[in-house]
Nanobody
Framework: QVQLVESGGGLVQAGGSLRLSCAASGRTFSNYDMGWYRRAPGKERELVAAISGSGGSTTYADSVKGRFTISRGNAKNTVYLQMNSLKPEDTAIYYC??????????????WGQGTQVTVSS
């Protein structure tokens, strides 16, 4: 089992920044690819960004490229999502996910409880 706890969400004005954190416990953190997903009201869940276990590979949704940065600190069992130049359309609940050996950045079995991000115009 892997337990994931997100933090760092909140209310911010358009153009502002937030940094999300996801603390993991339970298994060897560096074995897991980690991803940030979001679900906006009335929309499907989407992958925002993901990072490989070593941190050497990343992927981003087109809508956040150049604005968001995913990183991880394996010594701290934590993955981060730095979000800059936020837009109202970034408003959603953001979820952390841990995946073990899934192809094509598919989500794994472990999810956090989610953290709300609200961007006002």
């Amino acid at each position: 089992q892997v337990q994931l706890v997100e933090s760092g969400g909140g209310l911010v004005q358009a153009g502002g920044s937030l940094r999300l954190s996801c603390a993991a416990s339970g298994r060897t953190f560096s074995n897991y690819d980690m991803g940030w997903y979001r679900r906006a009201p009335g929309k499907e869940r989407e992958l925002v960004a993901a990072i490989s276990g070593s941190g050497g590979s990343t992927t981003y949704a087109d809508s956040v490229k150049g604005r968001f940065t995913i990183s991880r600190g394996n010594a701290k069992n934590t993955v981060y999502l730095q979000m800059n130049s936020l837009k109202p359309e970034d408003t959603a609940i953001y979820y952390c996910n841990a995946a073990l050996k899934r192809p094509n950045w598919r989500p794994g079995d472990y999810w956090g409880q989610g953290t709300q991000v609200t961007v006002s115009s």
